[in-house]
C-alpha cells in the first residue's frame, strides 16, 4: 500500500500537525482520530489494513489527521471557554488548510467523505453538518453528537456551533438543508454491546428524520462494544456495500 506522510505548519493552530496519505486514487476519505490520538492511530489499530482493500482497488484514498482534543475537550488544566476556542480553530483547520491540501495531492476537487470513531464521530458528523457544500459524506461509528457531553456543562456560542444535536434542529434555511439531503451518504453506526451509547446515534437519527435529511442509522449487535475490533469490522463493511 502506498504511503505518504506530511507535515506542515498551521497557522491556524500554530503548531506543526501531519497527515497520513494512503493510496493513490478514488473519493477522499478524511479520518479524524479517537480521542487525544494522533494521525496514525488508524494505522496502529489496524484499522488501515481492515480497509486496505478499498485502498489498494482506488475506491477510496484515505487523509488520516491529527487530533487537538488533548488541547480542547480531554484537557482539564483549560478554562473551558478556551477548550471552545481551540477546537474552533481546528474546524478552520480543517476547511482552510485540510481540504485544500486534499484537492491539490489529488489534482482535482474529488468527493470527500468524512469519517472517524467515538470522539473522532462527533468531528467528522460537525465538520460534514456544519459544510455540506464541502463534504459529500460522512461515517460516524460510536459517537455521540451533543458536545455538551464533553463540555461538562459549559455552553456558548463555539459550543452550539459544533454540537450537532443542538443547531441542526434550528436550521431552517432550506438550501442549506439541500446540500445536506442531495447526493450525500450519511451513515450514523454504533454497537450496542460494553461502552456503546446506541441511544446518542438514535436520538442524532431522529433529529435527522425530522429534518428530511436522508441517511441511516446502522445499530450492530450486543456483541459489538466501544473498541477497535466494532470499527474495524464496521468501516470495511461501509466501505464494500455502501460505497
Known sequence: MHKEI????????????????????????????TAAADFLEYERFQLIEAISGAINS???????????????????????????VRHQQYNQYVIEEVVPFIHTHCRGLVPIVTTGASLGA?????SFFRRPDIFRGTIAMSGIYDLKYYSKGYYDDNCYFNSPTDYLPNINDEQQLEQMRHNKRILIAAGQGSYENPDASRYFSGILHD???????????????????????????????RF
Open 122 to 126: 462527533l468531528h467528522a458528523a460537525n
Open 211 to 241: 429534518k428530511s435529511i436522508p441517511h441511516e442509522l446502522d445499530l450492530w449487535g450486543h456483541d459489538m462494544t466501544h473498541d477497535w475490533p466494532t470499527w474495524r469490522s464496521m468501516l470495511p463493511h461501509f466501505l464494500e456495500t
Open 6 to 33: 506530511h507535515r506542515w505548519w498551521s497557522p491556524n493552530l500554530n503548531k506543526d500537525m501531519e497527515v497520513a496519505v494512503y493510496g493513490h486514487y478514488g473519493f477522499a476519505l478524511l479520518m479524524f482520530p
Open 58 to 84: 482506488g475506491k477510496c484514498k484515505v487523509f488520516s489527521i491529527n487530533s487537538i482534543n488533548s488541547e480542547s475537550w480531554l484537557n482539564d488544566h483549560m478554562h473551558p471557554y478556551d477548550k471552545a
